[in-house]
């Protein structure tokens, strides 16, 4: 039975990886620090980035200068926990060349 148990579990990660990663919308996952843990390819694509440049940077380097004390918000209430997720339109700092 624990076997059965496990193997619908792997099962059920991986369903959501493939959708995560092929979701036509732009979706990330962040830490408590705010740097970016995953990405799917087409937030990079999105940013024109690769997905392993964005892994490990913070949101606030790509963050728009006018979106940040708004995206600062949102994080602290994801961190707290007052919030579950969020959907929020925002801007994106130019990348550097």
Known sequence: MLAVANETERASKEQLRTAFDHATT??????????????NRAFAD??????????GRSFREITADTDHDADVA?????????RRAALREKR????AR
């Open 26 to 39: 732009g979706l990330t996952l962040v830490d408590d620090s705010g740097r970016y843990v995953r990405v």
């Open 46 to 55: 999105l940013l024109d980035y690769g997905t392993e440049e964005l892994v």
């Open 74 to 82: 949102v994080a602290n209430d994801l961190i707290s926990r007052s």
């Open 92 to 95: 994106y700092a130019e990348r």
